[in-house]
């Protein structure tokens, strides 16, 4: 990938909602912003105003916290041929689409390409949110908080009726015991246990993702995309992308697809200029009518342990069965 501006839309898609994460780790935005003017500006600009007056999507803001926190030790260090791929100034107006405004102004766009990303947003969270699910479900009581208390649940308590009651602990991907789902996660007393509890699991978290991040390949563009998608799967993958609903999809699972669905947008935007329709404050993003950016396909491999297990050579098949 050497188009510069494609690789921004794709890792800005890619690190959308990294905010999620941090700010689950991290204290509360008003005691983080209350000291630097910088940042308790970009929290008015980022963050929309939800029905209850306050900042909401507050996620967004870490995100943009994410990148400058980052910035020299890790994006501006990006080579494709030698050369820088991104220049990060934290000081660049919320118009201008650099790496960090094209992640965080996801739910407030100020520019075509922030709004692309918003829309592909919203394209991946329709495939994992299915509101109707938690009718059939008993959820527990979280009390306050809940966005750094809700575990992520197993996909297997939709079957049977929703018996399995299952949840992931919050650990990086192993091979131990720890990995899979168990209803030990269930029994804990969300509501009066103190946050703080949960914010020390996630802190142990982002801070193993943030040491392995400034180690990654920084030599190409490429290297370091492939790089961070391992790192972020590694991490994130027991991490609820939602906590609203039924939060079975993991933040791994949404960043990734986030950022597939943006390159298209990107790419076929690009091949048919005026396809993307967005009007700031007038008309959400969009495709016009007739285009369609993307394809999704599902298939079956029917037969397939028919094909494996009938190969002809000596000694094949034992080898395929283990």
């Given at each position: 990938m050497t188009d510069n501006k494609r690789a921004e839309v794709y890792l800005a898609a890619l690190l959308h909602d990294i905010g999620k994460f941090y700010q689950r780790a991290d204290n509360l935005i008003a005691e983080v912003v209350k000291d630097n003017q910088h940042l308790k500006l970009l929290s008015e600009m980022i963050c929309p105003i939800n029905d209850s007056g306050s900042f909401g999507y507050q996620h967004a803001f870490w995100t943009y916290k994410f990148f400058e926190d980052n910035a020299d030790k890790v994006f501006n260090k990006i080579k494709e041929n030698g050369k820088?791929?991104?220049?990060?100034?934290?000081?660049?107006?919320?118009?201008?689409?650099?790496?960090?405004n094209l992640a965080a102004f996801h739910h407030k766009p100020q520019t075509k390409l922030q709004a692309m990303i918003q829309l592909a947003d919203w394209w991946s969270s329709g495939m994992e949110r299915v509101t109707e699910r938690l009718e059939k479900e008993e959820a527990p009581d979280y009390g306050k908080f809940r966005y750094k208390k809700v575990p992520m649940f197993s996909p297997f308590n939709s079957i049977n009726n929703?018996?399995?009651?299952?949840?992931?602990?919050?650990?990086?991907?192993?091979?131990?015991?720890?990995?899979?789902?168990?209803?030990?996660?269930l029994k804990t007393d969300f509501k009066n246990t103190d946050r703080k509890i949960f914010e020390e699991k996630y802190q142990e978290l982002w801070k193993g993702f943030t040491e392995r991040l400034r180690e990654l390949p920084r030599d190409s563009f490429s290297g370091f995309a492939e790089s961070l998608l391992f790192l972020l799967k590694n991490f994130t993958w027991t991490i609820p992308a939602s906590t609203n609903d039924m939060a079975d999809v993991s933040l791994y699972e949404h960043l990734k697809t986030t950022a597939a669905i943006a390159d298209c947008f990107y790419q076929y935007e690009d091949e048919m200029p005026e396809s993307f329709v967005w009007e700031k404050g007038v008309k959400k993003p969009n495709f016009s009518e007739g285009n369609y950016p993307?394809?999704?396909?599902?298939?079956?491999?029917?037969?397939?342990?028919?094909f494996l297990y009938n190969i002809a050579g000596s000694k094949a098949a034992v080898s395929l069965k283990g």
């Open positions: 820088e791929v991104f220049y990060l100034n934290k000081y660049d107006g919320r118009s201008d689409d650099n790496l960090p929703g018996n399995f009651s299952n949840a992931y602990s919050f650990v990086p991907l192993s091979l131990t015991d720890q990995c899979f789902p168990s209803d030990g996660m993307l394809m999704l396909c599902c298939w079956d491999l029917s037969g397939i342990q028919d």
